[in-house]
Each structure stands twice: as C-alpha cells, then as structure tokens.
C-alpha cells in the first residue's frame, strides 16, 4: 500500500504562484467601485470573531476569520481554552485607472501592492448612484473590467522586456547552455502575453518547466483572479441587472473556468449593523441572504491553501497548509520537532466525528486511522501527530 502512496505524490501539478502559507489576496477595481466599502465589512466581519487578537496589519490590509461550520462544531464539542481560526488576508488596493502602467494616478504603487498579493479579487460596479461618480463617466462593467485586465497585461509587457534582454546578452549571446531553456520558456510567455495579449493564467496548459520559470518572475497576469460584481441592493435581492449576462459572457470567453459572484456592498453593510435576529428577520423577509461567507471561502480556495484541525479542551485550532501537503510537512506547522520526529498521523474525518458523536465512538468503528508520510492531508481532517525528539522518546 505504502509504495503506491509515494507514487501518488510527485503527481500532483505544479501551482502558479508564491509557495507558502502566508499568502495575501488584494480587492483591485477602478476607483468607486465599493472596493472599501466591501473591506470594511470584511474587517467588521473580522471584529466581531471573538477569543483571537484583533488584527489589522495596516489600515489596508486585514486578517479575515473563515467562517466554518466544521470549527464551530468543534467548539462547541470541546469548549476549548483557547480558539483559533483559519484566517484570509486581504489587501484593500487603491483604484487603478486607465495608463496605471505607465504611471497615471498612483499607477506604479497600485501595480506594486498587487503584486506582493497572490491572488486577486477583482471588483466591477454594476450600481447607479449619481451621488458616487464613476471615473469612466458612465457605469460599464464590461468596458471596467477590460481596462484593469489591460492595465495588468501590460504592466507584465513592460517587466518581460527586460527579463528577456537580460537572457538574450547570456544565454544565446554569451551561450551560457544552462540558462537557454529559459530563455526559450520566456519567449513562449512574451509570444502569449505581448503578442497574443492574453493573461498567462488563461493557459491551463503550462508544464512543469514552464510553471517552475513563472513562479520565479511571479507575473501579475498569473495571479487567479475572482470577479465580484457590485450590485444595488434591490438588483441582488430581485437577482437580475442588465450586466449579468454580458458579465459572465466576457469573463467565460477570456478568463474559461473563473469565477463571477454577484453581491451587494450596501446590502452586506446593512446586514452587519443588524443584530442576529434582526439579520435573520430582514432576510426572510427580503428572500435573500449574505454572500459574504461565500467569498470569503471562496478567496481562500483561490490560494491553493486548505487547512486541518487539531482539537481538544486546551485548544481548537485550524492551521493552514497549502494543497497537496503531506502529513511530515503538515506537523512541521505546529513545530519543527513534529516533522523532523515524525512517527505517524492519527486523522479523523470531521464527519466521522459528527456521526458518531465521539473520538472513541469514531476509534469503535475503525475510522480513527493511523497514516504515514505518504499521507497527503486533507480539508478539515483533525490530526493527532505522534512524534520522536532527540531528549524524550515520546511526546504528543
């Protein structure tokens, strides 16, 4: 069994992007589009959680708890001393304007706060309101979204050049053979990008190699992208505005596989000054609901990152990995002692738990497995890691 496991391993596709946990997803949208507005309800969102500590990296960027229904549960179940959720961070970017690459508005920052995010929640207003006036002169979703898609492209034109340059004068001129399959890798990107004017995440088909050369220049056209759609409060409860369609048509036929959620900003700032009963009063009777879990969840998935629980009376906690993590890696996120000491994962699949109503319950009717190194961890299971360490034979 356990040769298979290794098999299955190495397998598993290479991702576009940074490698790690701490990873960011930044709001981008031309100016008034409700880009603060949707962070501040993030960040309300964040205010409310109780029993972690208040965090605001800086006053545009913020740590969102998930919501998760599995680590309520599990809170509930243990009533623990200490609790601590998975957490999306968001970066609330200023509004891009049309020749942002070229330094129009505060261009150059913008485009550098986006690329020290990962992904990216692309926002569009589909709302009329003569009071909030559109830099454009008129509300065009397609036309908005088309802008910062070319503002990104070309800002990536502008960082190829380079790059190439610099390849060209060593790896052709000067011959250096060891550095030509990325000059090669590089000029298939530039005939993509430059010349087919197209994002490089649109390809689904980059290899390994050619994955390994684009996490190391980090484009932002590679970044996922999910698109928010900023509606008026009556157009999302009657679910219908003019833009939908044309929205959804222009995002399936550039952007094939990503996705478009419709909200309402001023709808998810009202819901949060309501109390619980309230909340739950006003969306029976308006037959809607807040989309806000949805995005969140959403955002997290964008990264590539999941997490697992441990749980107990001391402490329930979520700690995120990315996906595809074995279980030595998975350990090395709570200490390095569980990695470098690994002995095996003792996992629990969350619905198993809540069956059976208990961790002996789940251990009765041989859920409660005991897996290996092989192990690639999956959302939500809760783990138990035994380890060895140098000075103690034993230790949980």
């Known amino acids: 069994m356990s040769p298979k496991k290794s098999d299955d391993g190495p397998k598993q596709a290479p991702l576009i992007g940074r490698f790690g946990t701490s990873l960011k997803i930044g709001i981008v949208g031309l100016p008034n589009v409700g880009k603060s507005t949707f962070f501040n309800v ?29 680590y309520d549960y599990l809170c509930q179940f243990h009533k623990p001393l200490s ?31 986006i690329s020290a995010c990962d992904a990216i929640f692309h926002m569009t207003r589909a709302f009329e309101d003569e009071d909030i006036i559109h830099v454009e002169g008129c509300v065009d979703p397609v036309r908005d979204m088309e802008i910062i898609h070319e503002e990104l492209r070309l800002k990536d034109v502008e960082l190829i050049g380079p790059i190439i340059e610099k390849l060209e004068k060593v790896a052709v001129r000067g011959g250096d053979k060891k550095l030509k399959p990325e000059y090669d890798i590089m000029c298939k990107i530039k005939n993509w990008v430059v010349d087919e004017k197209k994002h490089v995440r649109y390809n689904h088909e980059w290899n390994d190699k050619e994955i390994e050369v684009l996490n190391k220049y980090l484009l932002l056209t590679s970044k996922p992208m999910i698109y928010l759609v900023n509606l008026s409060e009556k157009d999302y409860i009657r679910k219908k505005n003019k833009w939908l369609v044309k929205i959804k048509e222009w995002v399936d036929s550039h952007d094939p596989g990503a996705l478009v959620i419709p909200f309402s900003g001023g709808l998810e700032l009202k819901l949060q000054d309501m109390s619980d009963e ?24 964008a990264l590539q990152l999941e997490y697992f629980f441990t749980a107990g009376p001391d402490e329930v906690r979520a700690w995120t990995v990315r996906k595809g993590t074995k279980a030595p890696q998975a350990a090395g996120k709570i200490h390095t002692d569980f990695e470098k000491g690994f002995i095996m994962a003792e996992v629990m699949k969350f619905a198993d738990l809540k069956e059976e109503g208990s961790e002996n319950a789940v251990k009765s009717v041989g859920k409660y497995r005991q897996l290996g190194r092989n192990y690639t961890v999956e959302d939500g299971d809760i783990i138990f890691f035994k380890f060895n360490t140098p000075n103690q034979p034993k230790k949980k």
Do not use: M
């Open 42 to 70: 993030l960040t309300k969102s964040q205010a409310s959680a109780e029993n972690f500590p208040f965090c605001t990296i800086d006053p545009n960027e913020s740590r969102v708890p998930i919501p998760d229904e599995r």
């Open 83 to 113: 609790k601590v959720p998975a957490f999306l961070n968001v970066v609330d970017i200023a509004g891009l304007v049309k020749g942002a690459h070229a330094g129009q508005g505060l261009g150059n920052a913008f485009l550098s706060h």
């Open 278 to 301: 309230e909340k739950k009063k006003y969306t029976e009777e308006h037959k809607t609901q807040s989309v806000l879990t949805k995005i969140i969840k959403t955002g997290y998935s």
